[in-house]
């Protein structure tokens, strides 16, 4: 079935400390995978993305890796800041007959203490 | 360069209303996704809709119901409201409906319906 898990669902960390925030799917076929960063009361806002035929991705402090064998792919965020506080979630796409829909993880509620 | 933009911001209703939910895709994008996030949950998918034809359908009761217009604006219509209908509508657009290049899904700032 179409199933995305992400762990964890809370992370605390310490300014400049880096934050790992990992997602399994169950959908071999899935060659999108997309994590959105959520504010408190906003849309979720796309920050980085990735396809099936790249192993790794990075942008500044961001940075998403992906493993098709497993079926696994994390975000990494390095010398977070306070800013960096909100909810992540990753997302895997979900071919249909005639489109795709995303399927999302269950969250993960960053906070980032100065 | 306008983003996608949905109306009205907020909304309550009673159960047994029926709601009207519109979105307008960013300029040149052809499709549009529908997802509802209840509060400490993810997105799920409600509907894709491209040139005016749905295009996928998520597990979602027929009370809930979509169209696309010429202009590729949409409008979801949910009736018979639910106490569990309660939770950000947010609606997403995209260049093409199938992710088989660099398409991305952009999302709107969302409809909060709070049904009593």
């Known amino acids: 079935g179409e199933n995305v898990e992400q762990h964890p669902s809370t992370l605390s960390v310490q300014e400049g400390d880096s934050a790992v925030i990992k997602c399994t799917y169950s959908d071999s076929a899935s060659n999108y995978f997309p994590w959105y960063k959520q504010e408190l009361g906003k849309r979720p806002q796309l920050i980085i993305d990735i396809r099936s035929n790249v192993g790794e991705k990075k942008d500044q402090r961001i940075a998403v890796t992906l493993n098709k064998t497993a079926k696994h792919f994390s975000l990494h965020i390095t010398e977070t800041q306070p800013e960096d506080s909100a909810v992540y979630f990753c997302a895997s796409q979900f071919l249909l007959d005639q489109g795709g829909k995303l399927i999302f993880g269950q969250g993960t509620e960053l906070s980032v203490k100065p | ?116």
């Open chain 2, 1 to 116: 360069d306008a983003g996608v933009t949905q109306s009205p911001t907020h909304l309550i209703k009673t159960r047994g209303q029926q709601v009207t939910l519109r979105c307008s895709p960013i300029s040149g994008h052809k499709s549009v996704s529908w997802y509802q996030q209840v509060l400490g949950q993810g997105p799920q998918f409600i509907f894709q809709y491209y040139e005016k034809e749905e295009r996928g359908r998520g597990n979602f009761p027929d009370r809930f119901s979509a169209r696309q217009f010429p202009n590729y604006s949409s409008e979801l219509n949910v009736n018979a409201l639910l106490l569990g209908d309660s939770a950000l509508y947010l609606c997403a657009s995209s260049l093409a409906f199938v992710f088989m290049s660099t398409d991305t899904q952009y999302f709107g700032p969302g409809t909060r319906l709070t049904v009593l």
